[in-house]
């Protein structure tokens, strides 16, 4: 068979593909899974990172989610506190780009509830804009207003109280702080009372002695003798330096009392006049009674102690009764001159004199006898006493119109008070009555009234 050859183009030959094909292949398909990957680490991984006083401890999908979860730790501490609560630490979100990190917003709540602690929500007491002391709530404060009221309330159904104040300004802020640095009301109140000790010096004079000086300055003599550590014991010396531990109130408490007291109304004294009595003689005829009178006073104190007062008002209860006297008007009917007989009949024996001896100054003379001798009236005159008389023991004193004579331990008087005596008269019996070691009369001459000046009796007689 005949091989019959085509007319026309021969068909070329098949070839494989050139090898830059191949790397433009693989190029374009590296740059399109770069573009990807890129694509997606562009898109992805943008989180929040969430630090504890710097240090991170977690990361968030959004902002928003920290502030949930604060409120909720918060919620948890507030229930736990009672009380509105802020954390003490603080708290940052910082955006991160991190693509292949895993946020976790349980583990953030689990870290920050384990690692933030809170302060309470509670009230600040202050003075003249001063911080002293906390307390938990507003009631608190008012209890710490009313216990410095109450410290110095009156008491008693005749004193009320019109107005109370302090010097300060005690005020309160909102403040947070830890629960154990919140107080009770009774301390808060104790210490403003209280307040800081001030030092002071005292100088010791006559009289002075450690329990004086410290229930004067409401110390205990502990604590005088513990801020004084020179003291010898009890030992004071006047010019001694005292070192005092004074307490200085943070606050000054004023009071403004009403006061209603009764109070006594001095009687007046009258005279009138008997002629049956000598004129040295008084007698009483009617006591006298008080009236009374209710007062009000209006009384500002500071700290309790009293710095003014005030008379607002006054009521009489009842008038006074006036004191009646009665006033003798008669003469002495025999006045003495001065020329005295020996008062003790037989005359006796003087055993002692006028003036000074071994006990002391003696103000008159002794004259011993036996007990139940006479006394005989040294001049004529009136009885002005008449009774026993402390060491004297029993006595009689004449007034003689310029000189008194005394009669003392007697056994007995015979005479009585306001009796005109002739001169040689017997008035008592010798005795040893009072401050007495045997039977005499001690007697006495003396001028210007019972008690005054002594005159030596030897000077008017002999014995």
């Not at 009774?186 to 009372?193: F, I, S």
């Not at 005292?242 to 000054?252: D, F, G, K």
Request: glycine share 10%.
């Amino acid at each position: 068979m005949k091989e019959v050859k085509s007319k026309g183009r021969p068909r070329p030959r098949r070839r494989g593909a050139p090898w830059y094909a191949y790397i433009l292949f693989l190029a374009f398909s590296v740059f399109s899974i770069w573009g990807v990957l890129n694509h997606y680490i562009a898109n992805t991984g943008h989180f929040y990172a969430v630090y504890i006083n710097g240090l991170e401890i977690g990361m968030l999908e959004g902002a928003e989610e920290l502030e949930e979860i604060i409120l909720a730790l918060e919620e948890e501490a507030a229930k736990f506190y009672g009380g509105a609560v802020k954390p003490v630490e603080t708290i940052q979100l910082h955006p991160v780009h991190r693509p292949f990190a895993e946020p976790g917003g349980e583990r953030v709540q689990s870290q920050l509830r384990h690692a933030l602690t809170y302060k309470k929500e509670a009230r600040m007491i202050t003075v003249d804009g001063k911080d002293i002391l906390p307390v938990s709530c507003v009631d608190q404060v008012n209890t710490v207003i009313d216990l410095l009221a109450g410290e110095y309330v009156p008491e008693g159904d005749h004193i009320s109280l019109q107005e109370f104040m302090m010097s300060e300004k005690v005020e309160s802020r909102r403040y947070f702080c830890f629960p154990e640095e919140i107080r009770e009301a009774e301390t808060v109140a104790a210490t403003l009372l209280r307040g800081t000790d001030r030092r002071e010096i005292y100088l010791v004079s006559r009289g002075d002695s450690l329990w004086k000086i410290a229930r004067e300055h409401e110390l205990s003599v502990d604590d005088l003798k513990e801020a004084n550590p020179q003291l010898n014991g009890d030992l004071l010396q006047i010019g001694d330096e005292l070192s005092l531990i004074v307490p200085e109130p943070l606050v000054n408490v004023v009071t403004v009392e009403r006061v209603v007291v009764e109070e006594n109304i001095p009687f007046d004294r009258e005279y009138v006049y008997d002629s049956s009595m000598w004129r040295t003689q008084t007698r009483g005829a009617e006591e006298g009674e008080f009236g009374r009178r209710e007062v009000v006073y209006e009384v500002t104190r500071e700290n309790g102690l009293k710095i003014s007062e005030e008379k607002i008002s006054e009521k009489l209860v009842k008038e006074p009764k006036n004191e009646i006297v009665a006033r003798g008007t008669a003469n002495i009917p025999s006045r003495g001159t001065g020329s005295f007989v020996w008062p003790v009949q037989g005359g006796g024996r003087m055993t002692s004199g006028y003036g000074w001896r071994s006990g002391g100054f003696h103000a008159g003379i002794d004259i011993a006898a036996r007990t139940g001798t006479s006394i005989l009236a040294a001049d004529s005159g009136v009885v002005v006493y008449e009774g026993w008389d402390g060491a004297y023991g029993r006595s009689i004193v004449i007034y003689h119109g310029h000189y008194y004579t005394r009669y003392a331990h007697n056994s007995a008087n015979l005479v009585s008070r306001g009796d005109a005596v002739s001169k040689g008269q017997v008035i008592a019996r010798m005795g040893s009555s009072g401050r007495s070691t045997g039977p005499h009369l001690h007697f006495e001459v003396r001028t210007g009234g019972i008690h005054g000046p002594t005159v030596n009796p030897l000077n008017f007689f002999s014995p």
